[in-house]
């Protein structure tokens, strides 16, 4: 469990770098960049809290999957931070690969904002039901 509960810490600090990274971004006007970024933010945080329920995946589209499975549907986290995970994702995809799909300031913000929300919601659970918590 303690190897585990170093990954989890190592992946929440990271999580928090690309937050950071996507805010750096996002302040430059380099906007497909930080929806990238703020994707990523939400990926490794929800990554820390699977490993916690004892499931690692492989894709993007697995995390996807077992988050909706293992946490939002048994009822760690509403919905809503399900949705905005699969949004980011989206973004994500269309921001990087994408060549007539362009993304806004507004656009860009409400991708951060929501990839905030999720980093602190699952920082949140990790916090009180594994006791788990990067300052």
């Given at each position: 469990?303690?190897?585990?509960?170093?990954?989890?810490?190592?992946?929440?600090?990271?999580?928090?770098?690309?937050?950071?990274?996507?805010?750096?971004?996002?302040?430059?006007?380099?906007?497909?960049?930080?929806?990238?970024?703020?994707?990523?933010?939400?990926?490794?945080?929800?990554?820390?809290?699977?490993?916690?329920?004892?499931?690692?995946?492989?894709?993007?589209?697995?995390?996807?999957?077992?988050?909706?499975?293992?946490?939002?549907?048994?009822?760690?986290?509403?919905?809503?931070?399900?949705?905005?995970?699969?949004?980011?994702?989206?973004?994500?995809?269309?921001?990087?690969?994408?060549?007539?799909?362009?993304?806004?300031?507004?656009?860009?913000?409400?991708?951060?904002?929501?990839?905030?929300?999720?980093?602190?919601?699952?920082?949140?659970?990790?916090?009180e039901k594994f006791g788990i918590a990067v300052s």
């Amino acid at each position: 469990m303690e190897e585990i509960k170093l990954t989890v810490v190592q992946l929440l600090k990271r999580a928090r770098e690309k937050l950071e990274s996507a805010r750096i971004l996002l302040d430059a006007k380099r906007f497909d960049d930080a929806i990238s970024r703020a994707y990523y933010a939400a990926f490794y945080a929800a990554r820390a809290l699977l490993l916690l329920l004892g499931v690692q995946v492989r894709t993007h589209e697995g995390l996807l999957s077992m988050f909706g499975l293992k946490v939002v549907k048994q009822g760690l986290l509403p919905r809503e931070i399900g949705k905005y995970l699969t949004e980011l994702h989206d973004a994500r995809v269309n921001s990087d690969y994408a060549i007539v799909v362009y993304f806004d300031r507004e656009d860009a913000e409400e991708y951060v904002r929501k990839a905030s929300e999720v980093v602190k919601a699952i920082e949140r659970v990790i916090a009180e039901k594994f006791g788990i918590a990067v300052s």
